[in-house]
Nanobody, 125 residues
């Protein structure tokens, strides 16, 4: 089992920045990808960004491309640097991970094997 814990959320004005962190524990050697999703009130959870462990390649939703940066320094930590934040970025942000054992993927909700509990990001205009 893998346990994910997010931190770094908060409230910021439009144009500001926040950095989210996600710490993984447990059977982290099974992780093949890590990423971030978000869910705004009344909306479905949507993919934001992800990266593959050891690969370095990163992927972003069009809505955040050029403003957000995902990085990973091991199979135990992943970050999301969010710059030029907009009110529409307001959401609960969830850390996600996939398991190589079952072919997990981090680009869609039904492919994720592990979820964090979420951290709230609120951007005011």
């Amino acid at each position: 089992q893998v346990h994910l814990v997010e931190s770094g959320g908060g409230s910021v004005q439009a144009g500001g920045s926040l950095r989210l962190s996600c710490a993984a524990s447990g059977f982290t050697y099974n992780i093949n990808c890590m990423g971030w999703f978000r869910q705004a009130p009344g909306k479905e959870r949507e993919w934001v960004a992800h990266t593959y462990t050891g690969g370095g390649t990163t992927y972003y939703a069009d809505s955040v491309k050029g403003r957000f940066t995902i990085s990973q320094d091991s199979t135990k930590m992943v970050y999301l640097q969010m710059n030029s934040l907009k009110p529409e970025d307001t959401a609960m942000y969830y850390c996600a991970a996939g398991s190589r054992v079952v072919g997990g993927v981090c680009s869609r909700r039904d492919g994720v094997n592990y979820w964090g509990q979420g951290t709230q990001v609120t951007v005011s205009s």
